[in-house]
């Protein structure tokens, strides 16, 4: 009987550690040529609400921004996680452009302003401090952001962030965000400067190649730029903007709050639908802020699914409740 019993055991282990190789193996996934090296595969911690219609999710390791986005019409995740700028994620700008290529600021990226990314920094993911459901149709996440052109360096700030459904529509999900900036008065930085601020900052597969402009009414103006950086730029008249792919699934950005000219445009040829691919198209909202050192700046945006048609029905009705809405911005 010992002997049997010992024989199972030898068994279970070997199986064990079977398991646990294969499984090593799949989360050691090669990331593909000019994403960031420390990018896992797709979601390595995700948080997800699904309506049977729509799936988004959050990951903890990727700085709580939106890194899943699936529906009944495109099963697949669109989102582009190639590395800690892509994503769906917030992106905000303050003060002078600075040179700190001395403290080991990226070449690629000087001179550059305070630029806190969801994401994280051009080498590193941000840190995540709070990372729940606040209910069964919610994710709530808060964020401590990286600089964006340095390695491993977070900012003095605080991102929230609140995801879930529009009322009455299963098929869009609305989204609020909030920056608390805690940097020191005359810091380097210096005083609040009229800034740009992507609200959001959109990155999808590359297969969602079509952009087009919402101009209401089931209307719609075809957007063309060449590969980027740099942006092509655009301004929608009903702030919503949208990228299909060829089979005519598409995903639409509504974000009221926009005042500027929007970023848009591909990176990279082919047509992948890889989330984790180099290549990828981008979407970009742009609000112009006075973003000081203890500034608190809010605003919320809408991210609608489906066919041409279907989303236009549903920016309309949007437009109709929503046209008016605008950022707020406070200082401490």
Avoid at 157 to 175: H, S
Avoid at 192 to 201: G, N, V, Y
Avoid at 285 to 291: G, M
Avoid at 318 to 328: F, H, S, V
Wanted: charged residues 20%; glycine residues 8%.
């Amino acid at each position: 009987m010992n002997h049997v019993l010992s024989s199972r055991l030898l068994r279970l282990i070997a199986l064990a550690v079977t398991i646990i190789t294969v499984t090593q193996a799949a989360d050691t996934e090669k990331v593909p040529a000019g994403a960031t090296p420390n990018i896992g595969p797709r979601g390595e911690d995700l948080l997800t609400i699904d309506n049977g219609q729509v799936k988004v999710g959050i990951d903890r390791a990727k700085g709580a921004a939106i890194t899943w986005l699936s529906w009944a019409g495109y099963p697949k995740n669109m989102v582009n996680l190639a590395d800690p700028g892509r994503l769906i994620q917030q992106s905000y700008y303050a003060g002078l452009r600075l040179d700190r290529t001395a403290d080991g600021q990226s070449k690629s990226w000087s001179p550059w302003s305070w630029n806190p990314i969801q994401g994280g920094g051009v080498s590193s993911w941000a840190r995540v401090t709070v990372f729940k459901h606040l209910d069964p149709h919610t994710l709530y996440g808060e964020t401590i952001p990286k600089l964006w052109d340095m390695p491993n360096e977070e900012a003095a700030a605080l991102m929230r962030q609140w995801t879930g459904f529009e009322p009455g529509m299963a098929d869009v999900v609305v989204v609020r965000c909030e920056l608390e900036a805690k940097r020191t008065p005359g810091d380097r930085w210096g005083p609040a400067r009229l800034s740009p601020q992507e609200i959001p900052a959109c990155y999808f597969t590359r297969n969602f190649s079509a952009v087009k402009s919402y101009l209401g009414e089931g209307q719609w103006r075809d957007e063309t730029q060449p590969l980027g950086p740099p942006w092509g730029r655009a301004k929608p008249p009903r702030n919503a903007m949208a990228c299909f792919t060829p089979d005519g699934q598409g995903v639409a950005i509504f974000s009221p709050t926009a005042t500027q000219n929007w970023n848009f445009g591909p990176h990279g040829r082919g047509a992948s639908d890889d989330p984790v691919a180099a290549p990828c198209m981008h979407v970009a909202p742009i609000d112009r802020v006075l973003l000081g050192p203890t500034s608190t700046y809010r605003y919320r945006y809408w991210l609608v699914v489906g066919t041409q048609a279907h989303i236009a029905t549903r920016l309309d009705a949007l437009w109709k409740q929503y046209a008016t809405e605008r950022a707020e911005l406070s200082n401490r």
